[in-house]
């Protein structure tokens, strides 16, 4: 079973810097778009940023051209830096294909607190 593994979230200041890693697998990473999302508490998951297989990529609105989603073809690997983050960015993060067709990860938290 694909199990996707996400990292690179943590706690960081109002105005911080992250960088999110996404390990889909190989196949997975080499035959789908894959997208960023993320779930605050007592919200709806939402889709924050993905990216086609061609490299083509869309952010949602609410990023405002602060967070950046980039595929690795050497480490099949979709990183997501966020930068300018603002406590309403705190969440967990997913990863997952563009729409979302495999179980998703654990995910990886992100606190945006001073």
């Known amino acids: 079973q694909v199990q996707l593994v996400e990292s690179g979230g943590g706690l960081v200041q109002p105005g911080g810097r992250l960088r999110l890693s996404c390990a889909p697998g190989?196949?997975?990473?080499?035959?789908?778009?894959i997208g960023w999302y993320r779930q605050a508490p007592g919200k709806e998951r939402e889709l924050v940023a993905s990216?086609?297989?061609?490299?083509?990529?869309i952010s949602a609105g609410f990023t405002r051209g602060r967070f950046t989603i980039a595929r690795d073809s050497a480490q099949s690997t979709v990183s997501l830096l966020m930068d300018d983050l603002e406590p309403e960015d705190t969440a967990i993060y997913y990863c997952?294909?563009?729409?979302?067709?495999?179980?998703w990860g654990q995910g990886t938290q992100v606190t945006v607190s001073s």
């Open positions: 990216i086609t297989t061609f490299g083509l990529a």
């Open positions: 997952n294909t563009e729409p979302p067709l495999i179980p």
């Open positions: 190989t196949m997975i990473f080499r035959d789908n778009t």
